[in-house]
């Protein structure tokens, strides 16, 4: 299993937009030099759940700032954008990098960030398949044309030109849908998936649906996150699990349309029948000694058919110096126990 690095760039007491920002950067070079093999930045808008809004500005800059890790937006939510727009940023990125970019895609589902920029989230699944279309169509066509519901595009060509063809591509997909799989797959994307559910309950897609990785033009990576902290101090595993619940109650609230929010500041109330810190730590996050860590990637491997694993750092409120600890303890004592683990030489 390969290993990266997620930034979800989130800050509970709304800390200094320059102090989360130098983390990020301060993270993504740690990242490097410990030998994750990818950084991905968030997208997200007008909340402290993340202030990463404009990912593919923030990976412009970590291009510049690394060498050798590959770079992604993870994801961008399709629905929300022109995608003749985000083609060219995608283009720039992976010129800016020197061809280490790397695409994640999805649709979106925040009803609160759909609402400020104006568009009808009822509208989201349809702008999104004709908007991969057009990114895809323009990403890899000397030149071409699109015509859809939404979007009309006469004969185009990209400029700039991307240097990787193709960009490696990863689609979020829901394992328990037979035909998100198969779209991605279809895509020749690799997969995202297995982040919310609890790890007893993951689906292993590569078991569920063997014809269609049997018949993927290329093979197919499955990646999956969660957030992670090591530690051989059980009250530091505790602190984590406990930022971790702030995460997951914004999360439902957004994803039901639920929450309550005061000036770009979402408040988190405790959930009906939310988990113990107990089950947290068991189910739902990678925290605790080394190898407490290994096993609970050794369940998600096996529960999903992972070969791609996400580490996401930023926990809440967890102090810097306690995660770029928990990211070396990460690099030294848990990757070494994987084969293909993806180091960066």
């Known amino acids: 299993m390969e290993f990266g ?37 968030a997208e997200h808008h007008f909340l402290n759940y993340s202030y990463s809004s404009r990912p593919l500005l923030v990976l412009s800059h970590l291009a510049a700032r690394t060498r050798r890790i590959r770079l992604g937006p993870a994801i961008i939510p399709l629905s929300l954008h022109h995608p003749l727009i985000v ?15 790397e695409i994640g895609i999805g649709k979106g ?35 071409f044309s699109y015509q859809g ?22 689609i979020v997909v829901n394992t328990t849908r037979r035909e998100t799989v198969a779209e991605a797959i279809g895509y020749g994307a690799n997969l995202f998936t297995g982040g919310l559910e609890p790890i007893s309950r993951l ?28 530690t051989d101090n059980a009250a530091e595993a505790t602190r984590a699990a406990d930022e971790a619940r702030w995460h ?27 988990p113990s810190t107990d089950v947290i730590l068991d189910e739902f996050v ?25 580490c996401s750092v930023g926990i809440g409120d967890l102090p810097q110096s306690a995660i770029l600890r928990s990211m070396e303890r990460f690099s030294r004592d848990v990757m070494p126990q994987f084969d293909g683990a993806g180091k960066v030489a």
């Open 286 to 310: 990678v925290a605790g000694t080394p190898d407490r860590c290994v096993s609970q990637l050794r369940r998600i491997e096996r529960g999903l058919g992972a070969d791609y694993f996400n």
């Open 248 to 274: 997951a109650r914004v999360s439902r609230s957004l994803r039901l349309n639920s929450e309550q929010i005061e000036r770009g500041v979402v408040l988190a109330p405790p959930l009906p029948e939310e």
């Open 149 to 170: 519901k939404f979007f009309s595009i006469p004969a185009t060509t990209l400029y700039p030109r991307p240097l990787q063809q193709p960009i490696p591509l990863w």
């Open 87 to 101: 083609a060219e940023e995608l283009a720039a990125v992976d010129v800016l990098s020197e061809g280490r970019l």
């Open 5 to 41: 690095v997620f930034l979800l760039m989130q800050s509970p007491s709304a800390r200094p937009c320059a102090e989360i920002y130098g983390r990020a950067i301060e993270i993504a070079q740690a990242a490097e030099e410990l030998g994750f093999s990818k950084v991905w930045v």
């Open 109 to 143: 589902y925040q009803k609160y960030q759909f609402d400020r920029l104006g568009i009808d989230m009822d509208t989201a699944p349809q702008r999104y398949a004709e908007s991969l279309d057009v990114v895809t169509l323009a990403l890899n066509r000397p030149e």
């Open 203 to 230: 689906l292993n897609v590569r078991v569920a649906y063997p014809d269609l990785f049997a018949t993927a033009p290329k093979a197919v990576r499955v990646g999956t996150q969660r957030q992670v902290f090591v």
